[in-house]
């Protein structure tokens, strides 16, 4: 009799109490599939819903192609760490909430750095002054024209740095101009320094494909892998006289100022990477600070002094409708009302007002608007 009530209750333990345990321990132990994020090596989290874990890394990637132009092809979207996805069987309590996986993908090293500009600062002392390269700053600043800061603007010195870097080819095409050539004809009859424009030069057009490569955003490497001409530049032709002007004891000579080479032409520039048209209405001869400048022809000068992004600036109304302006100097010799002779020193060549470095800006003003400059020197 015993026995069989031992024999009894054990079958009710068996049934009421380890049993339904032994069910919810093998649910509990239960794996379910799931979505490892792992970098380096390292698991950061694991995920139930791998689209939406897509859809966070789609959006985290897309954000650096913010200031992109919408037009350039994206070749490549990647990570510079080694990142997988790995799908996995886990138990359902080893799972990490999507916030929290958020959270990890947009976590931040570095948030940028960013500086007001105040009066008289430029592009050239500004990089001088945290130590990089104008090109740098210009990096850090596609959106921004170097020719038109104002005090109160934001620069960013110090790029946004995230934990996970993302690496962007890009593919752009852009329309660009080819500068014309000068071609001059020496006549004996004509004296120094008068020049006589035969046929104005005009501009050619090429399409230029770039292949750019973004590191967060930021522009990383940048190369023309093509260039097609769409129409070759007409040269000028311009007839001067023999008995100076050339040479003054420098490598070139613009006339206005000893320079280097022409840093930037006059027209519409294209931003490769953003794709913003930005107009130059001058020309930009890179020269050595100090240069002499010099005026163009006669006149009578009409501004000499500080003058916003042009700097320490000269304008010399030559009369007929022409004016000439010489901007970002380090010296004015001149003052307002005083009248020059073609040739004399005005100032010297500097980097002030708006400026990516020790160059002249040299603008033509015909009937009040703005000249291909290369058409009159
Ligand atoms: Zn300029």
Known sequence: ????????????????????????????????????????????????????????????????????????????????????????????????????????????????????????????????????????????????????????????????????????????????????????????????????????????????????TLRNGYQDTLEAIKETVLKEPTNAIVRVGTRTTVARGGRVNFGVVQGKRISSGYGWRIHPITGQRRFHDGLDIAANHGNPVYAYTDGRVVEAGWNGGYGNCILIDHGNGLKTRYAHLSRIDVRVGQKVKVGQRIGAVGSTGNSTGPHLHFEVIKNGKTQNPLNYL
């Open 1 to 212: 009799m015993l026995k069989r009530v031992i024999a009894f209750f054990l079958v009710v333990i068996v049934v009421f109490g380890v049993f339904p345990r032994l069910i919810s321990w093998a649910d509990y132990l239960k794996k379910e599939p799931a979505y490892q994020f792992v970098v380096d090596g390292e698991v950061w989290f694991t995920v139930a819903d791998d689209k939406a874990l897509q859809e966070m890394i789609d959006e985290y990637q897309r954000q650096f192609l913010a200031n992109v132009d919408p037009d350039a092809i994206v070749k490549k979207i990647s990570f510079v760490q080694d990142v997988q996805v790995l799908p996995v069987e886990v138990r359902k309590d080893q799972f990490d909430p999507l916030e929290y996986a958020r959270e990890k993908i947009y976590a931040v090293e570095n948030e940028a750095v960013e500086i007001t500009i105040k009066r008289g600062d430029n592009f050239w002392n500004l990089a001088r002054t945290y130590n990089m390269t104008v090109a740098d700053l210009e990096i850090l600043n596609p959106d921004v024209d170097p020719h038109r800061i104002y005090p109160g603007d934001k620069l960013v010195i110090s790029p946004f740095n995230p934990v996970l870097d993302v690496l962007i080819e890009l593919e752009n095409t852009v329309v660009e101009t080819v500068p014309f050539a000068i071609q001059y004809q020496k006549n004996n009859n004509m004296f120094t320094h008068e020049k006589q424009i035969i046929r104005p030069g005009v501009e050619g057009e090429k399409e230029v494909v770039y292949h750019i």
